[in-house]
């Protein structure tokens, strides 16, 4: 015969737990987050807004740039030709220049170009020296078309203790339509 005792259960003990092994990630995914103190988050979080920042100035920098481009494109395309030879632009106040030739300087007695003309050519006008107009003669607006620098001075003598002014005569020269003073002598430059 068999005989049978009576069992009892085995004691249970306490569930056993692994350490759970971290996920497996492709090496393009972003590293688990890690443990990091209030000062670390403060840092992390002061260089996000510090770069979102950046971002934002570099994305408003290149907006102005371009508007400013679009400007100058569009000022560009209303801003008449520049002045040639053949053509030289035109002042506002009368709607035309005074008439002078290619290396020519030319004088008016009064202003936007009109009154009596004088005309200086570098074939009779000494360069470097003090070119008084005719006893009793102003001008009062003048186009330098000589290729040299013009200065025109108030005093009848080239004094500097008045007024004098330089104009450039390069290109398609200097058109001045009204002098902030009377024109009294000119010195042609070398260069």
């Known amino acids: 015969m068999r005989t049978t005792t009576p069992t ?3 004691p249970t003990a306490p569930p056993i737990t692994l350490p759970s092994a971290p996920p497996i990630r ?3 995914a972003a590293a688990p987050p890690t443990r990091t103190s209030a000062r670390a988050t403060t ?5 996000t807004a510090r770069a979102r920042t950046m971002r934002v100035t570099a994305v408003r920098t290149l907006t102005v740039i371009a508007a400013m481009g679009a400007l100058a494109a569009t000022t560009t395309a209303l801003t008449p030709p520049p002045a040639t030879a053949q053509q030289p632009a035109v002042t506002q106040a009368t709607g035309r220049l005074g008439d002078c030739a290619a290396g020519q300087l030319c004088l008016w007695g009064r202003a936007n170009f009109t009154g009596p003309r004088h005309i200086h050519e570098l ?3 000494d ?3 003090c070119v008084p107009l005719a006893a009793g003669a102003k001008a009062a607006s003048l186009a330098n078309r000589t290729g040299r620098p013009v200065t025109t001075y108030q005093s009848a003598e080239c004094g500097e203790t008045g007024e004098y002014d330089t104009y450039p005569g390069k290109g398609s020269g200097s058109w001045l339509p009204q002098s902030p003073y009377q024109i009294r002598a000119i010195k042609i430059w070398e260069r």
């Open 8 to 10: 009892t259960a085995p």
């Open 26 to 28: 492709p090496p393009s």
């Open 43 to 47: 840092a992390r979080a002061t260089a």
């Open 123 to 125: 074939s009779n006008t």
């Open 127 to 129: 360069i470097e020296s």
